[in-house]
C-alpha cells in the first residue's frame, strides 16, 4: 500500500500564496488517483480536489476552484497543491490521499490511504 507524508503548511496572511506537497512511496505512483481533502477544527472532512493518474484532469470543488491547483510529477511520486488568494476560512488540516480503484474521487470513501495531514492557518 501507497504511503503518503504531505508538507508544506504553516502560517499565512490573508491573499498570500502556500504550496503543499505530498510525497508518496511504498507503491506504483502511477496506479493512484490523487486527492486534497482538508478538515477544519468541529467540521467535518471536506473535499478540496483531486488529479488523476496522468496528471491531465484536475477536479475542484466550488469553494476552491480559481484559487487553488493540484498538479503531480509522476517522476517524482509527487502531488502538489498551490493554494492562492488564500482566506481564513482556509484554515485546516490539509491531507492527501491515494485513490486505486477510481478515476477521480471527490468522498472520503474513494481513496484507500492517507497522509498525516499538515496544518495551514490563515490570518486575517
Known amino acids: 500500500q501507497v504511503q503518503l507524508v504531505e508538507s508544506g503548511g504553516g502560517l499565512v496572511q490573508a491573499g498570500g500564496s502556500l504550496k503543499l506537497s505530498c510525497a508518496a512511496s511504498?507503491?506504483?505512483?502511477?496506479?493512484?488517483?490523487m486527492g486534497w481533502f482538508r478538515q477544519a477544527p468541529g467540521k467535518v472532512r471536506e473535499y478540496v480536489g483531486a488529479?488523476?493518474?496522468?496528471?491531465?484532469?484536475?477536479d475542484y470543488p466550488d469553494s476552491v476552484r480559481g484559487r487553488f491547483t493540484i498538479s503531480r510529477d509522476n517522476a517524482q511520486n509527487t502531488v502538489y497543491l498551490q493554494m492562492n488568494t488564500l482566506k481564513p476560512e482556509d484554515t485546516a488540516v490539509y491531507y492527501c490521499?491515494?485513490?486505486?480503484?477510481?478515476?477521480?474521487?471527490?468522498?472520503?470513501?474513494?481513496?484507500?490511504?492517507w497522509g498525516q495531514g499538515t496544518q495551514v492557518t490563515v490570518s486575517s
Open positions: 511504498g507503491d506504483t505512483f502511477t496506479r493512484y488517483a
Open positions: 490521499a491515494a485513490a486505486g480503484s477510481v478515476y477521480l474521487g471527490f468522498r472520503e470513501s474513494h481513496y484507500d490511504a
Open positions: 488529479i488523476d493518474r496522468t496528471g491531465t484532469h484536475p
